[in-house]
């Protein structure tokens, strides 16, 4: 997720967040909190394939060494930043 897209989820939740804006320091913070909270509530579905690969809703294809997801302590894509669910 780049920058712009962050923002447009900033905007969709009807925060004020403008690059170059100059808002409070306290009520920028609470509209990040609220806005990270968003973008970290997001599930990106990962499905495990015979060639070894994990193929993830975000269109990328990620291996583990050795082990499960859950032994890997992967919690998180680490191309989204979405919550891993296993299909
Ligand atoms: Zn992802």
């Given at each position: 997720m780049n920058s712009e897209e962050i923002i447009d989820v900033f905007q969709k939740k009807?925060?004020?967040?403008?690059?170059g804006a100059t808002y409070s320091a306290k009520g920028q913070i609470a509209q990040l909190i609220n806005g990270v909270n968003e973008i970290t509530d997001r599930a990106c579905e990962w499905k495990y394939d015979d060639d070894g690969y994990f193929h993830t809703g975000c269109n990328y294809d990620y291996a583990l060494v050795d082990g499960t997801l859950e032994d890997n302590r992967h919690?998180?894509?680490?191309?989204?930043?979405g919550r891993i669910v296993e299909i």
């Amino acid at each position: 997720m780049n920058s712009e897209e962050i923002i447009d989820v900033f905007q969709k939740k009807g925060m004020r967040i403008e690059i170059g804006a100059t808002y409070s320091a306290k009520g920028q913070i609470a509209q990040l909190i609220n806005g990270v909270n968003e973008i970290t509530d997001r599930a990106c579905e990962w499905k495990y394939d015979d060639d070894g690969y994990f193929h993830t809703g975000c269109n990328y294809d990620y291996a583990l060494v050795d082990g499960t997801l859950e032994d890997n302590r992967h919690n998180f894509c680490p191309k989204c930043g979405g919550r891993i669910v296993e299909i």
